[in-house]
């Protein structure tokens, strides 16, 4: 990545500039349109397959359907949305598994399950109210910034699918590029 | 939606491509610019009229003000922004208003309100600073995919306007629409 | 910011529409693309100085660093991805201090820490699990409209930056906007 100050950031100097992409002209060679692009939206729905209840990392398989479309942008914005109410997609850690574990573990302490839990919407089973219920706190979307063709997350975040009903099922997300 | 798998992802089986709408050259015809357009931008604000506490399915009132502008974009991304830090939005169940019910009543049992909370931020009434958690736990902003005219969601999801304060009060939502 | 009711929505009543912008062709003067723009994209990544363990209000900074480039676009969305998994972006009050102290105290309550805390993963200390539980449950990302060179929040909104771990460090900011 660019590393670089425009001029119009050299007075701020508590806040480090790390990186500026843009389709506007650019700053030391006013006269050049070099980076200007079309913008550019590309769209597709991709199926993960069933996981068991919990948290699992699913970069890799994400990557896989959407690396190549990402390559043709320099600087834009990956949208994922998951097309379900039982289950969600956030971002944390990448590596240590136990993460993922103790995730779930809160997610289970925090929602209540079971005979003792308050729910009226029972007729799905036990798991399926505290699986709603969960969908909403992590919630069913991500947006990521993409730069030099990459997701630009950081070093240890990693992209989760968690599975909050006891039956495993496959996934759908929606996945929306949009970028120059 | 079209249902195609491009030959860039024909090696990657395990995952299945349902859908890709795109504003390069298309594939199987790459001589051809059909799919491009140029991208468009729509914003308005709208309100919602008061809503006592709880959970309440706001889809249709969403759709009434912005079905005619969603039609035009092929592919895109819609934004609502809840103008507010004592309300939520979040996507869940449209079906059973049981599941909205339960929702609010998870909401009260994880937030402490009355005299045995523990908040310093009392003086808007024991309901605020519940109400601004919980709007931090939702959110105040949701990102749904648009695909040929209509948003893409889940066949059993819908919008949610999740209201955390004791006296109803109209809300605004800042709606953005952006594709091509 | 504008206030007109496009003809499309005149019969829309108990919704008020307070706002639109596009870069179609405007209503009242069809021949005019007054109102057309190239979509343009800018991206830069920003260093927060460190923080005690808590909510920060940090709107300010954020404008600092890109109030100049906002300027620049009368419609789009601007997007704050924090590339960390122990703290969170939250939009929430911006008046009242109390606001953000009660809510660390909620996070607190709500995820357990030390001894009697059934985490797995504690190699990194007792504040590392309920900091990554606490960056899932606030989120990582935000995504605001921009109207008219500026973030259309809500009068009370502000962005937080939660740190969720005891050592303060630098956080990173990927900021991306989008718009014509």
Redesign the interface.
């Known amino acids: 990545?660019q590393t670089f100050c425009s001029p119009?950031?050299a007075t701020?100097v508590?806040?480090?500039?790390?990186?500026?992409?843009?389709?506007?002209r650019t700053v030391n060679n006013p006269g050049s349109m070099a980076e200007t692009a079309a913008?550019?939206?590309?769209?597709?729905?991709?199926?993960?397959?069933p996981q068991k209840r919990g948290c699992h990392l699913v970069t890799s398989?994400i990557l896989?359907?959407i690396g190549?479309?990402l390559s043709?942008f320099k600087?834009?914005?990956a949208?994922f949305?998951?097309?379900?109410?039982s289950a969600s997609l956030?971002?944390?850690?990448n590596y240590?598994s136990?993460?993922r574990?103790?995730?779930e573990?809160?997610l289970n302490?925090?929602?209540?399950e079971g005979t003792s839990a308050?729910?009226?919407?029972t007729?799905e089973g036990p798991d399926d109210?505290p699986a709603?219920?969960k969908?909403?706190?992590?919630?069913?979307?991500?947006?990521?910034?993409i730069?030099n063709g990459k997701l630009?997350?950081?070093?240890?975040?990693g992209i989760?699918l968690c599975e909050h009903r006891d039956y495993p099922t496959s996934r759908?997300v929606?996945i929306?590029l949009?970028?120059?």
């Open positions: 990545m119009c950031f701020r508590p806040i480090r500039v790390k990186a500026l992409h843009t389709n506007q913008p550019r939206w590309a769209q597709k729905t991709i199926t993960l397959p398989q896989k359907e190549q479309d043709g600087c834009g914005l949208h949305f998951l097309q379900h109410t956030t971002i944390n850690e240590d136990d993460v574990d103790d995730t573990t809160f302490r925090v929602v209540p308050p729910w009226k919407h007729l109210m709603h219920i969908s909403s706190m992590f919630g069913c979307s991500l947006t990521v910034p730069t630009n997350m950081g070093t240890w975040q989760w759908r929606v929306t949009n970028g120059i």
